[in-house]
């Protein structure tokens, strides 16, 4: 069997049924014998960082792994911001790259190149790759791939690469004869015991404790039982933007969320809590704020992770972490529960979660005079229309900038939606690129949200969610420029634009004629009147879609943290007095 053919027999005994692909002199091999296998298809898409980008939605949309094909050279190399999305994000990747022929590859490092595009991956990628090999010896071909997958899916989840130099693909080689990888016994981290009962014990004696869910909860495929933990003892959370599909916007214990952009409501309970329990998050800093020292001051704090180096890496400048449990989150739960029998009470905390919930009505993201403007569509009001509009299943996936922390921020899910981004690495123009794997993988409707700045990065992608004809609506939220550096250079540098707009040096196109350009049906929503409208039409309109909606070009991201500022001292800023009466409940007793 020729080994690109037993490459493709291999990914499709895997499940995996799609391989987004730019060809090339040194994949064509590969990219063949994907397309000659009856039960496997290949997705063209015109950049290589848009191939990482779909499979990367691919997974998070499916569970499949997904996978890339990329030429030597200019497509590793263009695929590395893809990568390092997945790294970040813990995100399951096959990325098998095309190499030069092996008699071209050079003898050694001081040499930089002998063959024609030739690129030393296996070091390139080291840092951001689970796994990267190049394989040289052909009967390695199945040893390598289950070896990938396998280091890929296992753990802390992870891209992976094999580097394949293009003789090697091209070779005959006797099935028979292939070396098999034997994954190694698994080990559960199932926390100390002693550990689970101190955290159950500082439950029983919180009077204000706040759960911190991540998008680990998700990739560790535990949302029922962290929602169980939940509702046993009655306790209120608050969800990163990575964590914000694990439940419904309107669950009586989704308090929102927490960070730098907010709400004003998730913060107060971060800072006035005597228990945070962090779980699936690395507690970053767009979580804690840039000054991490500031964060929950009053509260113990307890993360629980699968990887002890996220347990060990805080540092005398960071808040004091009272307890790290190493585990997987299956084992936590299952030990959580089986302690926690009896002691639980699902009314333990009702008014500590009212507070909260007051808090929420007292200061919305979205308040009712945003909606009574009539020059611009104001960002929150264009996602909480969409919202309102959007159905069950539908899959929302945003890109960066301004429009992620006005869609986070006002974004309200109702049950089986799902939202996502890379979320880490966070690269412009990830959301289009996405949405072409999202919509391969699940055959849902998918609601991309962009910003205009973003969507210039990968603009040619509108080709491709032409060619596939997918269920993809495209929304740009178009205030002309970059509006979260616009907002940085206010804070910090007195408003002295530079390469932030079309008067300091960025350039746009009318994007309704663009995507007409590309064959592609367009629409535009300039105000609140027609917003609605243009919505509905573009939600009901069979196939991709391009609505550009015109934001106020002046629309900050309110409310934000400033640099420096602990959570609760969020710009626009609030009256001294004000705060200091929120805070205040941090040294009472909330009666229980």
């Not at 848009?50 to 499979?55: I, L, R």
């Not at 997974?59 to 094909?69: E, F, N, P, S």
């Not at 050279?73 to 790294?87: K, M």
């Not at 004091?320 to 926690?340: A, V, Y």
Request: proline share 6%; hydrophobic share 40%.
């Amino acid at each position: 069997m020729k080994l690109s053919d037993f490459i493709a027999q291999f990914l499709n005994e895997q499940g995996i049924r799609h391989v987004f692909v730019v060809s090339g002199g040194a994949i064509i091999h590969s990219i063949d014998s994907v397309a000659r296998h009856s039960q496997m298809s290949y997705v063209c898409v015109q950049h290589e960082q848009a191939a990482g980008a779909a499979a990367d939605a691919y997974w998070r949309t499916c569970g499949k792994v997904g996978t890339v094909m990329v030429t030597s050279g200019p497509g590793p190399t263009n695929l590395t911001t893809s990568i390092c999305n997945a790294y970040f994000d813990s995100i399951p990747m096959l990325c098998i790259c095309g190499q030069v022929t092996t008699p071209r590859l050079r003898p050694h490092t001081r040499l930089r190149q002998k063959g024609f595009q030739e690129t030393d991956i296996v070091s390139l990628f080291s840092s951001i790759t689970k796994y990267v090999y190049r394989v040289m010896d052909p009967l390695e071909i199945k040893y390598q791939l289950q070896k990938a997958l396998y280091i890929a899916q296992e753990g802390r989840p992870g891209p992976v690469a094999l580097d394949i130099p293009d003789d090697i693909q091209r070779m005959d080689i006797d099935v028979n004869k292939l070396k098999s990888f034997v994954p190694p016994a698994t080990v559960k981290l199932k926390g100390n015991t002693k550990d689970i009962q101190t955290l159950l014990s500082w439950i029983e004696e919180a009077k204000r404790p706040l759960v911190i869910y991540g998008a680990g909860i998700r990739i560790a495929g535990v949302i029922d039982p962290a929602l169980r933990f939940l509702r046993q003892w009655g306790l209120p959370a608050v969800l990163t933007w990575g964590g914000k599909d694990i439940m419904p916007y309107d669950d009586p214990l989704n308090m929102g969320g927490v960070g730098v952009v907010g709400p004003r409501s998730g913060n107060f309970a971060a800072q006035n809590a005597d228990l945070i329990i962090a779980v699936g998050t690395r507690l970053s800093q767009m979580i804690t704020g840039g000054k991490t020292s500031l964060f929950a001051p009053h509260a113990k704090k307890v993360l629980v992770d699968i990887d002890p180096y996220e347990l060990s890496k805080f540092t005398s400048d960071d808040f004091h972490l009272d307890l790290g449990i190493e585990s997987d989150f299956p084992s936590f739960f299952q030990c959580l529960s089986s302690f926690s029998q009896g002691n639980d009470d699902p009314e333990r905390f009702a008014s500590w979660r009212a507070q909260i919930k007051a808090w929420e009505t007292q200061y919305p993201v979205c308040p009712l005079p945003k909606y009574q403007r009539h020059d611009y569509v104001d960002g929150h009001v264009f996602v909480k229309t969409i919202s309102k509009l959007s159905r069950p299943g539908d899959i929302f996936i945003a890109d960066t900038g301004a429009n992620i922390s006005w869609t986070l921020q006002a974004i309200e899910l109702k049950p089986n939606q799902r939202i996502f981004s890379a979320w880490n690495h966070t690269p412009m123009g990830y959301a289009l690129s996405a949405a072409i794997g999202a919509a391969k993988a699940s055959g849902q409707r998918i609601l991309c949200l962009t910003g205009d700045g973003g969507l210039m990065m990968n603009i040619e992608e509108l080709a491709t969610i032409r060619r596939y004809n997918l269920d993809v609506k495209l929304f740009i939220f178009n205030n002309g420029g970059h509006a979260i550096q616009k907002q940085t250079i206010d804070t910090w540098l007195n408003s002295k634009y530079v390469a932030v707009d079309e008067k300091s040096g960025l350039s746009f196109p009318d994007f309704v004629k663009t995507a007409q350009a590309f064959n592609l049906s367009a629409l535009r929503a300039s105000s609140h009147d027609e917003l609605e409208s243009v919505i509905n039409r573009a939600l009901a309109a069979p196939g991709p879609v391009v609505c550009d909606i015109i934001i106020d070009p002046n629309q900050k991201i309110e409310p934000m943290l400033k640099f420096g500022s602990s959570l609760e001292d969020l710009n626009p800023k609030l009256p001294p007095e004000e705060i200091a009466r929120i805070m205040s409940i941090s040294q009472a007793t909330v009666q229980v």
